[in-house]
């Protein structure tokens, strides 16, 4: 079977750090990607891992490990605009993404 | 910067018409997507869609759906006898299809609203 799992909400407060947590048991697996969505709004591209390890690009690092199905996404510096939902999506290689629920984050000032 | 493109941005139907719902994909860009989201949920992957074939769909895309590029930019998708849980967020979304992680990263489109009344 496909599962995604993400927390349903997080809060923190504006200048924090935040992470959220993906974990995934997908039939294939040719990386793994993150996108924000504002609420009414289309996702849009953070990052991605294909390898193991950490991708940092600005204020926002995304982690893979392959072997725990497990990735996560770090938020450094909170921002009121940062407030939306955090999507995981699993790259099957066939062109094929499946989507996690989706993780609210609420920044607070 | 280029951009992927929807229309109409909300429609609203009866229960049993046919809609079609048009995106136009960036241009250099090879793969096409649909996905929908019914409110509140997450995002569901469709169909992809390659060299005028599919190339992927889920188990959602049954015989009331169906895709096509008519020309060398539209790519629609077409739902047949519309139901009430057909009410969502349907996002069209293109890639260049070069598989080296961030090339193969995907460009959604605005979204059309559906309702089914």
């Known amino acids: 079977g496909q599962n995604i799992d993400q927390p349903t909400e997080m809060t923190a407060t504006e200048g924090a750090i935040v992470q959220i947590n993906c974990t995934y048991q997908?039939?294939?697996?040719?990386?793994l990607f993150w996108y924000q969505q504002h609420a009414g709004e289309a996702p849009t591209f953070l990052s991605y891992?294909?390898?193991?390890g950490l991708e940092e690009k600005g204020r926002f690092s995304s982690f893979l490990s392959r072997s725990k199905g497990y990735s996560y996404l770090l938020l450094k510096e909170l921002q009121m605009k940062d407030s939306a939902s955090y999507l995981c999506?699993?790259?099957?290689?066939?062109?094929?993404?499946?989507f996690g629920t989706g993780t609210r984050l609420k920044v607070l000032a | 910067e280029p951009e992927v493109t929807q229309t109409p941005s909300h429609q609203v139907t009866q229960m049993g018409q046919e809609v079609i719902l048009r995106c136009v994909p960036i241009?250099?860009?090879?793969?096409f997507y649909w996905y929908r989201q019914i409110l509140g949920q997450k995002v569901e992957f469709l169909v992809s869609?390659?060299?005028?074939?599919?190339?992927?769909k889920s188990e959602i895309f049954d015989d009331q759906f169906s895709v096509e590029r008519p020309d060398g930019s539209n790519f629609t998708l077409k739902i047949r006898s519309t139901k009430l849980e057909d009410s969502a967020m349907y996002f069209c979304?293109?890639?260049?299809?070069?598989?080296?992680?961030?090339?193969?990263?995907?460009?959604f489109g605005p979204g059309t609203r559906l309702l089914v009344l």
């Open positions: 891992n294909v390898l193991d």
């Open positions: 241009s250099n860009h090879l793969y």
């Open positions: 997908t039939s294939g697996f040719n990386g």
């Open positions: 999506a699993v790259y099957s290689g066939t062109y094929k993404y499946i």
């Open positions: 979304a293109s890639s260049t299809g070069i598989w080296r992680g961030y090339q193969e990263t995907q460009y």
């Open positions: 869609f390659y060299n005028n074939e599919i190339s992927e």
